[in-house]
């Protein structure tokens, strides 16, 4: 029986209208969760040239977890350099308390040196920002921080899955450390060199990087199983691309060399019909 990657579709959330109904369409679709990334101060420049602009991510959340009943909550991803880790730590917790335990918390040391200094976060400490943010998050979920708690305690225990955003070395390492899981993401030379991490511009690259990463995982003593949420060559992130065949024959190839997650968009109009052809082709 081939492997079977699960789905994760991206919310809308550049405006308020169409959260609610598309988090019931992406449900209904058959798909496994619904993300969210987080940009909470980008430049005009950089969404006039690519960007997307979003709301913040736990409120989003918050309102796709209340219209629905399955659906996993998937932030891909979180910066927590942006925030003081109690603040995410609560916001977090009182997410997955609310939710029943659905949440996947993807993180990332973050790329936009501008909106670094917007939010006045040193922007060369933000690798050490992210591992001090986990090792607070993890403790304010477990106990406390020198005599102060974080409350509501997740519903998932110890705390909800970890994965780990990035394709260098330092981002394997970090997913290995504290997480559960690995998102790697599609990067040519060109978008690799603008979000300071590793190239992966193909499928043979993306093996050679799991390869490396499981190597590691080995080295480190970690002999459980790592999620790896990639997203698709096929469908680009943020781009309304509609696809179905495309899709399924890049999943299966995919899921063979250890991809279990999928994280793309797709246009609002195509989420239930996308799902019920893709869906039920991929759980064969």
């Given at each position: 029986?081939?492997?079977?990657?699960?789905?994760?579709?991206?919310?809308?959330?550049?405006?308020?209208?169409?959260?609610?109904?598309?988090?019931r369409?992406?449900?209904?679709?058959?798909?496994?969760?619904?993300?969210?990334?987080?940009?909470?101060?980008?430049?005009?420049?950089?969404?006039?040239?690519?960007?997307?602009?979003t709301?913040?991510?736990?409120?989003?959340?918050?309102?796709?977890?209340?219209?629905?009943?399955?659906?996993?909550?998937?932030?891909?991803?979180?910066?927590?350099?942006?925030?003081?880790?109690?603040v995410?730590?609560?916001?977090?917790?009182?997410l997955?308390?609310?939710?029943?335990?659905?949440?996947?918390?993807?993180?990332?040391?973050?790329?936009?040196?501008?909106?670094?200094?917007?939010?006045?976060?040193?922007?060369?400490?933000?690798?050490?920002?992210?591992?001090?943010?986990?090792?607070?998050?993890?403790?304010?979920?477990?106990?406390?921080?020198d005599?102060?708690?974080?409350?509501?305690?997740?519903?998932?225990?110890?705390?909800?899955?970890?994965?780990?955003?990035g394709?260098?070395?330092?981002?394997?390492?970090?997913?290995?450390?504290?997480?559960?899981?690995?998102?790697?993401?599609?990067?040519?030379p060109?978008?690799?060199?603008?979000?300071?991490t590793?190239?992966?511009?193909?499928?043979?690259?993306?093996?050679?990087?799991?390869e490396?990463?499981r190597k590691?995982?080995?080295?480190?003593?970690?002999?459980d199983p790592?999620?790896?949420?990639?997203?698709?060559?096929s469908?680009?992130?943020?781009q309304?691309?509609?696809?179905?065949d495309?899709?399924?024959?890049?999943?299966?190839a995919?899921?063979?060399i250890?991809?279990?997650?999928?994280?793309?968009?797709?246009?609002?109009?195509?989420m239930r019909?996308?799902?019920?052809?893709?869906?039920?082709r991929?759980?064969?």
């Open positions: 029986m081939a492997a079977v990657v699960k789905l994760s579709i991206e919310l809308p959330v550049a405006e308020a209208d169409g959260i609610a109904s598309c988090a369409e992406i449900e209904a679709g058959g798909f496994d969760a619904c993300f969210v990334t987080d940009h909470p101060a980008p430049t005009r420049a950089w969404l006039e040239h690519g960007g997307h602009a709301m913040d991510p736990f409120g989003v959340l918050g309102v796709a977890a209340a219209v629905t009943s399955t659906l996993r909550l998937h932030t891909h991803c979180v910066i927590p350099a942006y925030r003081h880790p109690l995410t730590a609560k916001a977090v917790a009182t997955d308390a609310l939710s029943r335990g659905r949440v996947i918390l993807g993180v990332a040391v973050g790329y936009l040196e501008e909106e670094f200094t917007a939010l006045g976060v040193p922007y060369a400490d933000r690798a050490f920002l992210l591992d001090d943010a986990l090792r607070v998050m993890k403790a304010a979920w477990t106990g406390d921080v005599g102060h708690v974080v409350l509501p305690k997740p519903h998932t225990e110890p705390h909800p899955p970890i994965w780990v955003g394709n260098s070395t330092a981002a394997m390492r970090r997913a290995i450390a504290h997480g559960t899981g690995w998102a790697p993401f599609p990067a040519s060109r978008v690799a060199a603008a979000t300071s590793a190239d992966i511009p193909d499928l043979d690259a993306l093996a050679r990087a799991i490396r990463f590691l995982a080995a080295d480190a003593g970690r002999t790592f999620d790896i949420c990639f997203t698709p060559f469908h680009p992130a943020h309304d691309v509609v696809d179905p495309a899709l399924v024959e890049e999943a299966h995919l899921a063979r250890g991809v279990t997650w999928l994280a793309f968009h797709l246009p609002a109009a195509h019909e996308f799902g019920a052809e893709v869906v039920t991929l759980r064969r």
